[in-house]
């Protein structure tokens, strides 16, 4: 459960409203259940307490609705930020994506996202309404006459068991109080797939990448995807549909989306919340990352708005291309 | 009976116009043999290789992709192929993750006076790619023949 209330945040909503301070809220509202939240625009204070929800569901990262938002909209949009998404705020900023004088920003704490998919493993289908409860979500189901209580801890994204902070590093205003840098342990599982061997890794992202529907909902829901033209749109690219024949198109697809934000990525976990497939795509980023970080220096996207990013900078003695993948990387 | 067909590898080499492209030419002048698997695209720089670029050659038909550029300090645009190191390090390092050998891709700095150099790392190159055999981790069968 959050230890912030929906009631709360429509309340501080409202009167930044109220007053004018703000023309627009970006908040969640509720989808076709309860645990599909989606990005929403308010601008009425009935409509806050018709719509709005933060809860367990709210994962979506709101940054990158500011794009378009900010142009849209006269006046200054309030957005509700968890600390992750204040990295992708801050990210946007520094490639000077929008006006940072339209926007309100007001961090919220989180304490971490529920995972629908981890829910439906231990209830099952027929879900059809989940409440929050202290430490827990109660499950209602078609089939139960009871609710099933579910542990929160035990249904966390995969990103939020690897929170890497708590801490929100730009915002206007903060709801709660400031959190902490956490050491986390996100790249074990990167280290994992390295430790096998070329064939084992082959297989492992032939099955994962093989059920890749291109649906594309990775870089739409990207904070860092936000080339107006993105070069997967264009019908002579070659790399468009999906081919029966072989799985060159995704392997080619996931290569080169995780490779147009590599430096750029906060590492905010969306493309694998939102992939319908659960293909683990986080994973590719975080390679980058991890490389990066070792052969470039520690970088963390998105910390401050001023970053020179590592593949858009370089020194003298950085290592050759075959030591790079020698070092560290070579196995028989 | 019928022959078995030796291998030959199909080798794209992304050569930049102000060093490598001319190492080519002096290879050729110097009438050093590399093998004729090697294709060469000239670029106008090093770094104006697009990680799309290696895929896409891979995608139709190559077997290993090889980028020549100038060497470090001596970019015709000053810096170009510092970032070129850069990028191909990582994807390089990417494309290992995903289990595709690693030996199918190559960057290699040779200056305009280095023909023997360029025939060297071609001939090199050719051999390790033919030990390989032809791609089929990075192939689309749509563009096969």
């Known amino acids: 459960m959050q230890t912030v209330t929906t009631k709360s945040l429509c309340e501080r909503a409202a009167s930044l409203l109220g007053e004018g301070t703000v023309a627009a809220?970006?908040?969640?509202?509720?989808?076709?259940?309860?645990?599909?939240?989606?990005?929403?625009?308010?601008?009425?204070?009935?409509?806050?307490?018709?719509?709005?929800?933060?809860?367990?569901?709210?994962?979506?990262?709101?940054?990158?609705?500011?794009?378009?938002?900010?142009?849209?909209?006269?006046?200054?949009?309030?957005?509700?930020?968890?600390?992750?998404d204040t990295y992708s705020f801050n990210q946007l900023l520094s490639e000077h994506r929008f006006d940072r004088e339209k926007v309100y920003a007001i961090g919220i704490p989180c304490s971490g996202m529920a995972d629908i998919q981890k829910i439906r493993k231990i209830v099952g289908e027929g879900i059809t309404a989940i409440e929050a409860c202290e430490n827990s979500l109660l499950v209602?189901?078609?089939?139960?006459?009871?609710?099933?209580?579910?542990?929160?801890?035990?249904?966390?994204?995969?990103?939020?068991?690897?929170?890497?902070?708590k801490k929100h590093v730009a915002y206007d205003e903060l709801i709660g109080d400031e959190g902490e840098v956490l050491t986390s342990n996100r790249f074990d599982e990167v280290e994992k797939i390295e430790a096998l061997s070329a064939d084992e890794r082959f297989a492992f992202w032939q099955n994962e990448l093989s059920r890749c529907i291109r649906c594309n909902a990775c870089r739409d829901a990207c904070p860092a995807c936000t080339c107006e033209k993105c070069v997967f749109d264009n019908p002579n690219s070659g790399v468009q549909s999906k081919a029966p024949g072989g799985e060159f198109e995704e392997k080619l697809f996931h290569i080169i989306r995780a490779y147009h934000v590599a430096g750029r990525c906060t590492d905010c976990g969306e493309c694998s919340r939102v992939c319908p497939q659960n293909i683990p795509l986080h994973l590719l980023n975080r390679k980058f990352i991890k490389d990066m970080n070792e052969t470039y220096g520690e970088y963390q996207a998105g910390e401050y708005d001023n970053q020179r990013a590592p593949l858009v900078n370089f020194s003298l003695d950085d290592p050759e291309p075959s030591d790079v993948v020698k070092g560290g990387f070579d196995r028989a | 009976?019928?022959?078995?067909?030796?291998?030959?590898?199909?080798?794209?080499?992304?050569?930049?116009?102000?060093?490598?492209?001319?190492?080519?030419?002096?290879?050729?002048?110097?009438?050093?043999?590399?093998?004729?698997?090697?294709?060469?695209?000239?670029?106008?720089?090093?770094?104006?290789?697009?990680?799309?670029?290696?895929?896409?050659?891979?995608?139709?038909?190559?077997?290993?992709?090889?980028?020549?550029?100038?060497?470090?300090?001596?970019?015709?645009?000053?810096?170009?192929?510092?970032?070129?190191?850069?990028?191909?390090?990582?994807?390089f390092s990417m494309l290992d993750f995903l289990g595709i050998e690693r030996d199918r891709t190559r960057v290699e700095w040779v200056s305009a006076a280095e023909g023997a150099k360029f025939a060297a790392t071609m001939n090199e190159f050719v051999e390790k790619v033919t030990a390989l055999g032809p791609n089929k981790r990075l192939e689309d069968l749509r563009c096969k023949q």
């Not at chain 1, 204070?45 to 569901?57: Q, S, W």
């Not at chain 1, 209602?140 to 890497?164: G, W």
């Not at chain 2, 199909?10 to 490598?20: E, L, P, R, T, Y």
């Open chain 1, 25 to 84: 809220v970006l908040g969640w509202k509720r989808g076709e259940f309860d645990y599909d939240l989606t990005p929403a625009v308010f601008t009425a204070a009935e409509e806050l307490t018709e719509g709005f929800i933060y809860n367990d569901f709210s994962g979506a990262n709101l940054s990158k609705y500011l794009l378009k938002k900010t142009r849209e909209i006269d006046g200054k949009i309030l957005v509700f930020l968890k600390p992750c």
């Open chain 2, 1 to 91: 009976m019928q022959d078995v067909k030796e291998f030959k590898p199909v080798i794209v080499a992304f050569c930049c116009n102000w060093c490598s492209y001319a190492g080519a030419d002096l290879a050729g002048s110097n009438r050093l043999a590399y093998p004729a698997d090697v294709k060469i695209i000239r670029v106008p720089c090093s770094c104006r290789v697009n990680p799309m670029f290696i895929l896409r050659a891979f995608q139709r038909g190559a077997d290993g992709v090889i980028l020549c550029g100038c060497h470090p300090g001596d970019c015709h645009y000053s810096t170009g192929n510092y970032y070129t190191r850069r990028r191909m390090s990582m994807l």
């Open chain 1, 140 to 165: 209602h189901t078609l089939y139960d006459d009871e609710p099933i209580s579910v542990s929160c801890a035990e249904v966390l994204t995969e990103r939020c068991l690897n929170c890497k902070s």
